[in-house]
């Protein structure tokens, strides 16, 4: 709750326009959006194809550099918007308390698998989960320990919306269980931007934003890649529900976008671009 707290704070300062337009000037939209990032940018990537495909505006309220406070926005936007033309987007499985305050009804549309990234340089391509488990813990310090060179591990991580159920809580389910000595970053670019800089380093990020940092290198699991027929099969062991909110249940043109992404095959390409699957 601290978080989200935190965040009308920095939404207001932000000065998302919430409620409705002035008087006089007519809406160039009929729905609108805001929150996680791997969900904006996928819902802006399709966003044309969704008005052909259906005629309807989808507008998505600009990011703005607010660290780790993705869900929060989402939360914040659907719960204070006009029903029926607002939504929030959310990329964690949300805590049943917050659900009930702020009056929300989930609806999860694609799953993300989470990347675990390494520096390009690294010959290490597989690990397996419980490698990744020992690394991220801290009991594994060496990447020669795992057919690795002879070279100390680097720990990055981004432990962010504690308060729900993470992606990275399919890694170790608690920030308590995370190694000691760590780097903990705010954002994806931070995290992008550390594990390019350390060859010893190893972190997790979301495949959106592995695509826009394409000089990392992305671990098999097991022997398994994070690609859309993997999750499909449920092979892929780490990943998130990237989901829509609304206050109450959704009304208006809202439910059609939800049925848009979980359903089109006019997305699909989009789709398997971030190793996505859609919750149908």
Not at 8 to 24: H, N, Q, T, V
Not at 97 to 123: A, C, F, H, Q, T
Not at 246 to 269: E, F, M
């Amino acid at each position: 709750m601290k978080a989200l707290l935190i965040s009308i704070l920095l939404f207001a300062w932000a000065g998302a326009a919430l409620g409705a337009p002035p008087k006089g000037n007519a809406p160039k939209y009929d729905i609108r959006g805001y929150g996680d990032h791997s969900l904006w940018v996928f819902v802006n990537e399709i966003k044309s194809t969704f008005r052909k495909d259906t005629g309807i505006r989808l507008e998505l309220l600009p990011e703005f550099a607010v660290a780790s406070k993705g869900c929060a926005k989402g939360i914040l936007h659907a719960s204070h918007g006009i029903p029926g033309v607002d939504f929030g987007l959310v990329c964690c499985k949300l805590n049943d308390n917050v659900i009930r305050d702020y009056k929300l009804k989930v609806y999860p549309v694609l799953r993300e698998p989470l990347g675990i990234i390494v520096n390009r340089s690294n010959p290490v391509d597989n690990l397996t989960m419980e490698q990744v488990a020992g690394i991220f813990s801290g009991r594994i310090t060496n990447w020669k320990e795992v057919g690795g060179p002879d070279m100390k591990i680097v720990v990055v991580t981004r432990l962010h919306c504690p308060e729900h159920i993470p992606n990275w809580a399919h890694i170790l389910g608690d920030p308590a269980y995370f190694a000691d000595r760590k780097i903990n970053v705010n954002s994806e670019p931070d995290m992008a931007r550390t594990v390019f800089d350390f060859k010893g380093a190893i972190g997790h990020l979301e495949m959106t934003s592995i695509r826009e940092w394409r000089p990392l290198k992305v671990l098999s699991i097991n022997g398994v890649k994070p690609t859309s027929a993997s999750m499909a099969k449920g092979l892929y062991p780490y990943h998130t529900e990237l989901s829509v909110v609304t206050k109450g249940k959704a009304v208006g043109k809202i439910p059609v976008l939800i049925w848009y992404l979980r359903t089109s095959a006019s997305i699909k390409k989009n789709v398997e671009n971030y190793g996505m699957v859609q919750i149908k």
